[in-house]
């Protein structure tokens, strides 16, 4: 397969080119730029010495058409413009980005702030949500990769929801992520001296994570409830835990919770259950296509804790883009991105 990456540079494109290197179809990988044009990769990048020593090419249309598949990993705004000419060219087409995830267009408004891409890429684009959605990921030739926090709660939530296992009218969602969910562009809110040393809540009420997370709960498990969604940045690199609180349905018991998750995913491999830990955290998915999760009931309150845990860079981006392409190929979903926690 020959591969395009847009946004090559950034953080979800060098992600990209890692775990593309290691995927056994994957023959070629050009790597596109909208500002460095010629720019030996590896003169900015000496960590891919010998690996990418290619220049960086300018972002053209009729070039895009050539690749079996196109990422692009730019921020929002910017695939809606490229993207669409490619509809109905040669290109699989898998946008990381939040730009075709929302099938509203005055929703994408309201929360991006940003012009939204027509209205016909965005019904022609399916929500890449692998382990929910492959059926139609298989056939779309637009796939819109969820974003990172929604990757992480959906997959925790969405089993239990579904099956009613718990109240989804008042659900109370808390994340935390590392900073490079921010990107490698510089700015005040991830600058060291404001980060080391400090946890912080950002962006209260106004994330545009909330409504792509209540779309899928309305289209995957039937709830139209809003959610309480706070996110925080904290001191460390990668990675995204997120905590959900929710009342346990009349008479439910903590392990019908467990066996719904385990029943869920038993096929899935990328989505593990924890049974039993005393602790569980970020450091054990750190570099994986993995997502974990852990739920406990608490019997004082009768509500559960569900915990989540992904690599933001992984299986909050470039991981599941991975894991969406090769389901649009017809190949095992684990094909490049066997790849074992560094858990340190
Ligand atoms: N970081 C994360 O954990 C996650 C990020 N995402 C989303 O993925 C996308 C990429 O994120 P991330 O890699 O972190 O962002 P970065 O800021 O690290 O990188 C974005 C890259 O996009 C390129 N770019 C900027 N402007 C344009 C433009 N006008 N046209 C084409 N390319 C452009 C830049 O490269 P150049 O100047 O060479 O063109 C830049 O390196 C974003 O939409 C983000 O919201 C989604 C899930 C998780
Ligand atoms: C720590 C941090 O800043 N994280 C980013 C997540 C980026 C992302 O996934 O953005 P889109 O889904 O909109 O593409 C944020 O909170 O906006």
Redesign the pocket.
């Known amino acids: 397969m020959k591969v395009g990456i847009?946004?090559?540079?950034?953080?979800?494109?060098l992600e990209l080119i890692r775990l593309l290197h290691n995927h056994p179809e994957v023959e070629n990988t050009i790597l596109f730029?909208?500002?460095?044009e010629g720019t030996v990769f590896s003169h900015k990048y000496t960590h891919l010495v010998n690996i990418y020593d290619q220049p960086?090419q300018k972002?053209e249309s009729e070039k895009l058409a050539e690749f079996d598949v196109v990422f692009s990993?730019?921020?929002?705004g910017?695939a809606s413009q490229?993207l669409p000419p490619l509809i109905g060219k040669g290109p699989r087409l898998i946008d990381?980005?939040?730009d075709f995830r929302l099938k509203d267009s005055a929703i994408y408004e309201q929360w991006y702030k940003k012009e939204p891409a027509s209205a016909l890429a965005v019904e022609q684009s399916v929500y890449g949500l692998t382990e929910w959605n492959a059926k139609e990921i298989r056939q779309s030739q637009l796939i819109a990769?969820p974003?990172?926090y929604p990757t992480a709660v959906l997959l925790s939530l969405l089993p239990l929801l579904k099956e009613q296992l718990i109240d989804g009218s008042q659900l109370i969602i808390d994340a935390k992520s590392g900073v490079?969910?921010?990107?490698?562009?510089p700015s005040q809110m991830t600058h060291f001296s404001e980060t080391n040393e400090n946890t912080a809540i950002y962006r209260l009420h106004q994330h545009q994570h909330i409504p792509e997370i209540e779309q899928a709960i309305s289209s995957f498990a039937s709830e139209a409830a809003p959610i309480t969604f706070s996110t925080h940045l904290v001191p460390m690199t990668r990675g995204i835990l997120t905590t959900s609180y929710a009342r346990v349905m009349e008479g439910v018991t903590e392990a019908q919770l467990v066996s719904c998750l385990e029943e869920t995913y038993a096929n899935h491999p990328f989505v593990r259950v924890i049974r039993e830990t005393n602790k569980f955290g970020t450091n054990q998915v750190y570099g994986s296509n993995y997502c974990d999760l852990y739920v406990k009931v608490d019997p004082r309150t009768n509500r559960a804790t569900i915990v989540s845990v992904i690599d933001?860079?992984v299986k909050?981006?470039a991981g599941q883009a991975i894991q969406n392409m090769n389901v649009q190929f017809d190949l095992e979903e684990i094909t490049g991105l066997s790849l074992v926690p560094s858990f340190i």
């Open positions: 847009i946004g090559a540079s950034g953080y979800g494109g730029t909208s500002s460095e960086l972002i990993s730019a921020p929002a910017v490229l990381l980005s939040g990769n974003g990172c490079s969910g921010a990107g490698n562009q933001n860079l909050g981006a």
